[in-house]
């Protein structure tokens, strides 16, 4: 049977990249819903799998997003029934928030290419092992999270410690970005700091292609259990 995977976008420069390209590369069906133009946050069982991804909005603005309770509910659920779980950035803190985590306005704002640091338990762990110490990756936001219960931290940068984690074997919270492609890339541009993504193509290369190792080893994954 098609394996469905929902895909939760929050604005219109966020979409799923890689992540998307690579669940299409292994025949699945991929379901973005546009949360910012009205589209449903669907059922637990209407979905294999669920991707999360990003945005300008904070995970504790229920009362200008309503529609921010009903992801943290279809998290809670997701984790609880066993489904993989991906999420990105704003994603990552709505996990986290779904699973009882505090999240809060950071210190400042991280933005632009850069680096974590991958913790002892992410050498142990199937999207992180034998990747570098210092993993390149590209950062964009300025809220933070505590742990959930339970949850392995996988990642950190010398701004924000919780950078990475899991939780149970098949849900994963990401802060930072490895999912641009062309396509993302090209969405951003108008969004960000002028020439910072122009100015700096071999670093798209390199995160281009860590990032689609980490995306392959999360649906490789997904589809173990």
């Not at 910012?36 to 946050?41: A, F, H, K, Q, W």
């Not at 092992?129 to 999270?145: C, E, K, N």
């Not at 990475?164 to 849900?171: E, K, L, N, V």
């Amino acid at each position: 049977m098609e394996q469905r995977w929902v895909v939760l976008q929050h604005v219109e420069w966020e979409g799923p990249g890689n992540i998307a390209r690579e669940a299409e590369k292994r025949g699945f069906k991929v379901d973005v819903r546009r949360l910012d133009r009205g589209d449903n946050v669907p059922d637990v069982d209407e979905l294999d799998g669920l991707v999360v991804m990003g945005g300008p909005l904070g995970a504790y603005e229920e009362d200008r997003y309503p529609f921010l309770t009903a992801e943290c509910r279809l998290l809670q659920e997701a984790v609880q029934h066993g489904r993989p779980v991906l999420g990105v950035c704003l994603g990552a803190q709505l996990l986290a928030k779904a699973l009882g985590a505090k999240v809060f306005s950071g210190h400042g704002v991280e933005i632009g290419f850069g680096s974590v640091e991958v913790t002892a338990a992410a050498k142990e762990d199937t999207l992180f092992a034998s990747v570098p110490d210092r993993l390149p990756v590209f950062h964009w936001h300025g809220d933070t999270f505590t742990l959930p219960h339970g949850a392995s931290l996988l990642a950190s940068s010398k701004m924000y410690a919780h950078q990475a984690f899991r939780i149970g074997s098949r849900a994963y919270g990401l802060q930072f970005h490895v999912e641009p492609d062309a396509d993302t890339w090209s969405a951003w541009r108008e969004h960000l700091p002028a020439g910072l993504i122009d100015a700096s193509a071999a670093k798209r290369t390199q995160l281009e292609k860590v990032g689609k190792e980490i995306i392959k080893r999360f649906f490789d994954q997904a589809g173990a259990q």
